[in-house]
T-cell receptor, first 115, second 115 residues
Framework: GAVVSQHPSWVICKSGTSVKIECRSL??????MFWYRQFPKQSLMLMAT?????????EQGVEKDKFLINHASLTLSTLTVTSAHPEDSSFYIC???????????FGQGTRLTVV | GESVGLHLPTLSVQEGDNSIINCAYS??????FIWYKQESGKGPQFIID?????DKRQGQRVTVLLNKTVKHLSLQIAATQPGDSAVYFC??????????????FGSGTRLQVQP
């Protein structure tokens, strides 16, 4: 299957700082990328849908000014958690697909810990 | 044994036994379903998918059953191995939207395989 690479796999940051997470499709062009957040022992919750070259669509309750998403190319989307707080500590996962492809390919996730 | 996928329940089986993991979905318009395996600290891994024009599909050691009447999906794992220990999620989508719309994930079931 196609490969989606997410970086970093884990990060620890101080409260009030910003963290950028990258999601790259390595062997296909991803017209759409999705960002999920997963708290311990819970399922994946969609945060936003990102289409290349356009603004991301955020799910209800997700602050767009706090979780900045950029999808400037067909192989890269970034999620920046701005002014991070301990409650933002979570596992963040991206997935990528292209239109018409039935399967979504997932990155390996990023464990964010805000101290 | 079998388990219903609510609030991340745990299904414990003996190595070599068959496992059945259940999932109820809510969107009657969904016509594409996927089972994912997620190991600790990793992103979801595709196991098997099924479309609504089928009620059964088999893979290597895995079988997915779909009952559209009651909106129920199950994953059967034959001869369960310790390496099968993980959290299993069902996900649904509408095939007309794949590539543009995110998957909706169920709440997950933790499978523990006892040696």
């Amino acid at each position: 299957g196609a490969v989606v690479s997410q970086h970093p796999s884990w990060v620890i940051c101080k409260s009030g700082t910003s963290v950028k997470i990258e999601c790259r499709s390595l062997d296909f062009q991803a017209t759409t990328m999705f960002w999920y957040r997963q708290f311990p022992k819970q399922s994946l919750m969609l945060m936003a849908t990102s289409n290349e070259g356009s603004k991301a669509t955020y799910e209800q309750g997700v602050e767009k000014d706090k979780f900045l998403i950029n999808h400037a190319s067909l192989t890269l989307s970034t999620l920046t958690v701005t002014s991070a707080h301990p409650e933002d500590s979570s596992f963040y996962i991206c997935s990528a697909t292209n239109q018409g492809n039935t399967e979504a390919f997932f990155g390996q996730g990023t464990r964010l810990t805000v101290v | 044994g079998e388990s219903v996928g609510l609030h991340l329940p745990t299904l414990s089986v003996q190595e070599g036994d068959n496992s059945i993991i259940n999932c109820a979905y809510s969107n009657s318009a969904s016509d594409y379903f996927i089972w994912y395996k997620q190991e600790s600290g990793k992103g979801p891994q595709f196991i098997i998918d099924i479309r609504s024009n089928m009620d059964k599909r088999q893979g290597q050691r895995v079988t997915v059953l779909l009952n559209k009447t009651v909106k129920h999906l199950s994953l059967q794992i034959a001869a369960t191995q310790p390496g099968d220990s993980a959290v299993y999620f069902c996900a649904e989508n509408m095939s007309a939207d794949t590539g543009r719309r995110a998957l909706t994930f169920g709440s997950g079931t933790r499978l523990q395989v006892q040696p």
